[in-house]
């Protein structure tokens, strides 16, 4: 007859007590070998994001945690950057450091800041781009340490597609000067500001003489090298601060913010002479050419840009009328 409430054997009294506690063990060997299982899961996170995760003691100046990216972006000592922030300060693009700085502090007042962005320099002398979120712990009790957390991803590829895109939608390809919407762009807020300031602003347009000809004779891939040439004649030549752009197939337009009617003349006439200079060879043959240029100034009756240009375009046509390479005021 079987026993229905057999009896512990009497070698093991405590043995509840016992499993008990061999469960609890075992519970907490389970917990620590998931609680490790989750530490190299986000170990191996940290490891694989290419952006910078870091904290930042705020009254006492020390970084208290930096994550593994900050050795691949900035190529410096995670190491020394903990045992001195001053390492993060050195390594900021020297122009960029005052907006760094301040926007960093502008978290205390705003609880993050999320539009930073600012240039570093690593280790081997790169200039990088960076977009560095930063937050504030808003349930810190009071008494509480100022920490400061951040997200600092490397932007250095999307700000150099931004730069090439903005080239590309300001410039003339052909001549890499500014093309005809970028030129008049940048025109009229010199003659709004000249306007305002009082100050004078010549206008000037040139357009190259016989150019059909050159195409005619010798060929379009040579009637492009004549653009070009012109147009490094024009960036050249021209006074810094001076505007410069192709604006029709073989005319350009310059235009001269601050310079009165006499030096306008001297800079197109300089302008006229480089131009005069320049030689092309095209198998034996040998060729120069000349332009026409239309030369004005800012009056007081001029409301907007389009009246100087329409006396420029008028001026270039009477040189062309008065025979070409010359320069005619209007």
Known sequence: MVNKNPQLPSAFPQWPEAAQTLMALMHAQGEVARLTEREQLFSSLLVSVNAVLWAFDWEARQVLYVSPAYERIFGRSAGLLLADANEWRD???????????????????????????????DAQGQVRWLSDKCFINRNAAPGDRVVIVGLAEDITEKKHLETELQRLATTDVLTQSSNRRHFFECANREFEQARQQGTPLAFLLLDIDDFKVVNDTYGHPEGDNVLQRIAETGRATLRRGDLFGRIGGEEFAALFPGCAPDMARQVAERLQREIQRLTFSHDEAQFSITVSQG????????KNLDSL??????????????????????
């Open 91 to 121: 390594s900021v693009y020297p122009d960029d450091l005052e907006y760094a700085e301040r926007t960093l502090a502008q978290v205390l007042e705003k609880g993050a800041v999320e539009d930073r962005e600012y240039r570093i320099i």
């Open 295 to 302: 030369l004005t100034s800012l009056t007081a009756e001029d």
């Open 309 to 330: 240009f329409a006396r420029a375009d008028a001026a270039m046509y009477e040189a062309k009328r008065q025979g070409k390479n010359r320069i005619v005021s209007g």
